[in-house]
C-alpha cells in the first residue's frame, strides 16, 4: 500500500472526515495525491477536508501580515543605521553580509532559542577567536570584526521593534508566536483534529505544536518510513524519525515497511559525460515508456538547474506532463534581457552619452524577446543596420538616425530613457518595457509569454517598496537589490499532478510513491549538496 493510500484508509476507517479534520503536509505537491486517494478510498463524491501544509498552517494563524523578503532587508538597514553610530557601511557592503543575519535572526525564531543567550555565547566564541596570547595591541581589522559582533544583540532588538511599529510580523516569528500560542489552533473550532503526516526534520517550534496537540488527543503523527533506516540506530537517514517519535511518545508507528533490503530493485546507471547528455538520455528512456505506465513515472531533478533543457527536450509520445517545482526565472531569457537593460544605464553614465552603444544595440536586436515579433521586413531591416554597423565602425549611434521599423524604435525609445539615479522612474520604465513586448510579442510564444508575465508580477511588490523610498544607492547597489528580490521566483507550471509524467525536486516526492524513476543530476555536489551552510552561527 502507498503511503497516500494509508493516510486516505485511517481517515475513513476512523471516520475523521468531518468539518473539524485539518489535514496538514509537508509539500502542495502531496495535496492533490491525498484527495484523490480519499476519492477512491470512499468510492463516492464527499467533502474534502482542509488540507494545507505546515508552513500554510502557521502563517495562517499569525496576528500580522508576513513581510516581504526585500521588505525585511531594508527594514534590517534602517536598524542597522539605528545602532550603528561609529562606522557605518554603505548599503552595498551591508548587502554582503544581510541576508545571512537575517537568515540566523529566523532560525533563532523557528527553533525557539533566546536571543540574548544565543548573542551572549556567539560574543564569548568570537572573543576567543581573536584571543591574543602575546597581549599584543589588536589590529584595526580585529577591532572592526569585533564590533559586528557587539552590534548583533541591538540590530535584532531593533528590528523586532521597527516589524512591531510597522504591523509586520516573519515567517519565523508566526512560527514562534504559535509555538507560544497553542491555544490559537482551536479558533476557528474547538473540536478541529489535525493529522501530521509525512515530515521528517522539525524545527523546535513545529515539533512543539505537534507535541501539544498529541498529549491533548487532537492529533496524530504519521511517518513513512523504512525499516532499513529507522531501526538502525547509527542510519543517519532515519535520525530526524527516530528523534520525533521519541519526542511525540510513538513507539510502534503505523507505517513502518521492510522494503529496501527485501524486494527486488532493478538500478541502471548511465554515465554521461554533460549535464545535457543526462537530458537526451531521459528523453531516449522516456520515449520507451508505454502511456499507460506514464503516470507511474517519475523524473526526479537532483539538480533542479536542468528543468529548462528536460522541458525542451521531451518526446511528444509521453502525452501529458506535470512540473511541479517551476522553472527558475534566472533561468531563462529575462535574465539576460534584464542584464542588457542594466548594461546600458551604466553605459549611459561611463560613456557620458545618449547615443546608442553598439555592443548593446546588437544584444537587443538580436534578443528572443525583440526577434520574435518582428515580421522579415523589419528583420531585414536589422540586418541591415548591423552591416552597417560593422562595415564603418560606428561605434555609437544616435536613435534618431536608426533606420528601422516604427516599432523597434519604440522599443529602443523606452529602453533607453535615462534613469538618473530616480529608481522609481526606473521601475516605471522596466515595467512599460514589460508592457510594450507582452502587447508585440505574438500568443504563439507561449513560453516567452509565461515568462514576461511571471517577471512583472514578480516586481510588483518591490515597486511598492521602491515607491516607499529607498536608501542612497549607486546604480550597481539597485541592480543587486532588485536582482536579488526576483532571481528566486519562478514560473510555475499548472497541470493536473496525478496524471501523466511527473517531473519535481527531490523535497517535493514527500509522501508520494512511484513505481519507476529517473533520476537526473544525481552528481557529487548535488546529492548530497556539498554546500556550505550560509551562517554566521558557529556549529
Given at each position: 500500500?502507498?503511503f497516500?493510500?494509508?493516510?486516505a ?7 475523521w472526515?468531518?468539518?473539524?479534520l ?10 492533490k495525491?491525498l ?6 478510498s470512499?468510492?463516492k ?6 488540507i ?8 495562517s494563524?499569525a496576528p500580522?501580515?508576513?513581510i516581504?523578503?526585500s ?7 534602517k536598524?542597522y543605521c539605528?545602532?550603528?553610530t561609529?562606522t557605518?557601511?554603505d ?6 553580509w ?11 525564531n523557528?527553533?525557539l ?7 551572549k555565547n556567539?560574543?564569548?566564541i568570537?572573543e576567543?577567536?581573536?584571543?591574543n596570547?602575546?597581549d599584543?595591541?589588536i ?12 552590534l548583533?544583540?541591538?540590530l535584532?532588538a ?6 512591531l511599529?510597522?504591523n509586520?510580523?516573519?515567517p ?5 508566536h504559535?509555538?507560544?500560542?497553542t491555544?490559537?489552533l ?11 503526516a ?12 505537534i ?6 488527543k ?13 531501526s538502525?540506530?547509527t ?5 530526524f524519525?527516530?528523534?520525533n517519535n ?6 510502534k508507528?503505523e ?15 548511465i554515465?554521461c559525460a554533460?549535464?545535457?547528455g543526462?537530458?537526451?538520455i531521459?528523453a531516449?528512456e522516456l ?5 499507460a ?5 517519475l ?12 522541458v525542451k527536450?521531451?518526446?511528444?509520445s ?5 512540473i ?6 534566472n ?7 534584464i ?5 546600458i544605464q551604466?553605459?549611459?553614465s561611463r560613456?557620458?552619452?545618449?547615443a546608442?552603444?553598439?555592443k548593446?544595440?546588437?544584444?537587443i536586436i ?12 523589419a528583420?531585414?531591416?536589422?540586418v ?12 555609437f549611434?544616435?536613435?534618431?538616425n536608426?533606420?528601422?521599423s ?12 535615462p534613469w538618473?539615479q530616480d ?10 518595457i514589460?508592457s510594450?513586448?507582452g ?11 509565461s515568462?514576461?508575465s ?7 511588490a ?9 536608501p542612497d ?9 532588485f536582482?536579488q528580490?526576483w532571481?528566486s521566483?519562478?514560473?510555475a ?11 519535481m525536486?527531490l ?5 508520494l ?10 552528481n ?10 550560509k ?5
Open positions: 500500500m502507498k497516500i493510500d494509508f493516510i484508509e485511517r481517515i475513513k476507517e476512523n471516520n472526515l468531518n468539518d473539524d485539518v489535514v496538514v503536509l509537508p509539500s502542495s505537491r502531496a495535496v495525491y484527495m484523490a486517494a480519499l476519492s477512491k470512499y468510492g463524491p464527499i467533502f474534502a477536508p482542509k494545507l501544509t505546515i508552513d500554510a498552517l502557521f502563517s494563524l500580522k501580515k508576513i516581504d523578503p521588505r525585511y532587508l531594508l527594514l534590517l538597514y536598524a539605528i545602532v550603528e561609529e557605518k557601511q548599503f552595498e557592503s551591508f548587502l554582503t544581510a541576508p545571512l543575519v537575517l537568515n540566523d535572526f529566523e532560525d533563532i523557528r527553533y532559542l533566546d536571543p540574548k543567550d544565543v548573542f556567539l560574543k564569548a568570537k576567543l577567536e581573536s584571543w596570547l602575546e599584543k595591541e589590529t584595526e581589522a580585529q577591532k572592526v570584526f569585533m564590533r559586528f559582533w557587539d548583533l544583540p541591538g535584532y531593533a528590528l523586532d521593534n521597527l516589524l511599529q510597522q509586520y510580523i516573519t519565523a516569528q508566526s512560527y514562534r504559535l509555538a507560544q500560542n491555544e490559537l482551536f479558533s476557528e473550532n474547538s473540536n478541529s483534529f489535525y493529522v501530521f509525512g515530515f521528517n526534520a522539525l524545527s523546535a517550534a513545529e515539533t512543539k505544536v507535541d501539544y496537540l498529541i498529549k491533548k487532537a492529533a496524530v503523527y504519521f511517518i513513512d518510513s523504512d525499516v532499513y533506516y529507522l538502525n540506530p542510519h543517519e537517514a532515519g535520525l524519525q527516530r528523534k521519541k519526542a511525540f511518545g510513538i513507539n508507528p507505517f513502518v515497511r521492510n522494503e529496501l533490503s527485501t524486494k527486488p530493485l532493478k538500478i541502471d546507471l554515465q554533460q549535464l545535457t543526462q537530458v537526451k531521459a531516449t520515449a520507451k515508456i508505454s502511456p505506465a506514464m503516470e507511474d513515472t523524473v526526479l531533478l537532483a539538480d533542479e538547474t536542468l528543468i529548462s533543457a528536460l527536450n521531451l518526446p511528444l509521453i502525452g501529458k506532463a506535470n511541479t517545482l517551476g522553472l527558475p526565472l533561468q531563462t531569457p529575462i535574465k539576460s534581457w542584464e542588457i537593460i542594466f548594461d551604466e553605459n549611459k560613456f557620458k552619452t545618449n546608442v552603444y553598439h548593446d544595440l546588437q544584444r538580436n534578443h528572443i524577446f525583440c526577434i520574435s515579433w518582428l515580421d522579415d521586413a528583420k531585414a531591416k536589422l541591415h543596420m548591423e552591416q552597417d554597423m560593422i562595415r564603418y565602425n560606428r561605434v549611434q544616435n536613435l534618431d536608426l533606420k528601422i516604427a516599432d523597434v524604435l519604440e522599443l529602443l525609445n523606452k529602453i533607453y530613457i538618473d529608481w522609481s522612474k526606473a521601475m516605471d520604465c522596466i515595467r512599460a514589460n510594450f513586448l502587447k508585440q510579442i505574438p500568443s504563439s510564444f507561449e513560453f516567452e509569454n515568462i514576461l511571471a517577471f512583472d508580477q514578480s516586481i510588483n518591490f515597486e511598492i517598496i521602491v515607491n516607499e523610498g529607498l544607492l549607486s546604480l550597481r547597489t539597485f541592480k543587486l537589490l536582482s528580490h532571481h521566483k519562478s514560473i507550471f499548472h497541470g493536473n499532478p496525478i496524471d501523466g509524467l511527473q517531473i525536486g523535497l517535493e516526492t514527500r509522501l510513491d512511484f513505481k519507476r524513476i529517473i533520476l537526473l543530476g544525481m557529487e555536489g548535488n546529492l548530497p549538496p556539498t554546500n556550505n551552510l551562517t554566521i552561527i558557529p556549529i
